[in-house]
T-cell receptor
Framework: KQEVTQIPAALSVPEGENLVLNCSFT??????LQWFRQDPGKGLTSLLL?????REQTSGRLNASLDKSSGRSTLYIAASQPGDSATYLC??????????FGKGTRLSVIA | GAVVSQHPSWVICKSGTSVKIECRSL??????MFWYRQFPKQSLMLMAT?????????EQGVEKDKFLINHASLTLSTLTVTSAHPEDSSFYIC?????????FGPGTRLLVL
């Protein structure tokens, strides 16, 4: 059974810092991995999707990497801003089964 | 991409009443929809998989008689929380299976008094 772990559970950084969020999964037989953002009391916003054949994806200040063989992914946020404060969720997709989510990392960027 | 809508976005009800949440696929027809529940500061937990034309498949520990799921058409799935209790208060999110991923509704916040 696929399990997804995210470290750290919470992170607080001053504005402007670069930061890395970590995600690991137990079964490397995945189709893709996705990073989501969730604001308090809100739904999910898809940030980046990495196919199993890809190593990384970039969108603006966000860069996600994938090392499928080791079961790891990182989300790099450059020059963090207070508006980046949210919970970031990692999820893996293995085909016919539903997305499996990690517990998320709660990020606070302090102005 | 596909757009999934949910209604209502929030609901407050008295203990013992039933609440129906609707999930609609607006862009393409979804044969499979997923229902998730999220408690405060927790991740999304899959409750059930809803298939059009057949009975829903529930995850272990989810009472099928309490959380009634109906997939009436290729664009509509409903979740009814029957005889709701305060411990059912949560954030419920539906999701539609796409070709390479899933598309999520905006969620419904349920508060049972």
């Amino acid at each position: 059974k696929q399990e997804v772990t995210q470290i750290p559970a919470a992170l607080s950084v001053p504005e402007g810092e670069n930061l890395v969020l970590n995600c690991s999964f137990t079964d490397s037989a995945i189709y893709n991995l996705q990073w989501f953002r969730q604001d308090p009391g809100k739904g999910l916003t898809s940030l980046l999707l990495i196919q199993s054949s890809q190593r990384e994806q970039t969108s603006g200040r966000l860069n996600a990497s994938l090392d499928k063989s080791s079961g790891r992914s990182t989300l790099y946020i450059a020059a963090s801003q207070p508006g980046d404060s949210a919970t970031y969720l990692c999820a893996v997709y293995s085909g016919n089964t539903p997305l499996v989510f990690g517990k998320g990392t709660r990020l606070s960027v302090i102005a | 991409g596909a757009v999934v809508s949910q209604h209502p976005s929030w609901v407050i009800c008295k203990s013992g009443t039933s609440v129906k949440i609707e999930c609609r696929s607006l862009d393409f027809q979804a044969t499979t929809m997923f229902w998730y529940r999220q408690f405060p500061k927790q991740s999304l937990m899959l409750m059930a998989t809803s298939n059009e034309g057949s009975k829903a498949t529930y995850e272990q520990g989810v009472e099928k008689d309490k959380f009634l799921i109906n997939h009436a058409s290729l664009t509509l799935s409903t979740l009814t929380v029957t005889s709701a209790h305060p411990e059912d208060s949560s954030f419920y999110i539906c999701s539609e299976r796409g070709r390479e991923t899933q598309y999520f509704g905006p969620g419904t916040r349920l508060l049972v008094l």
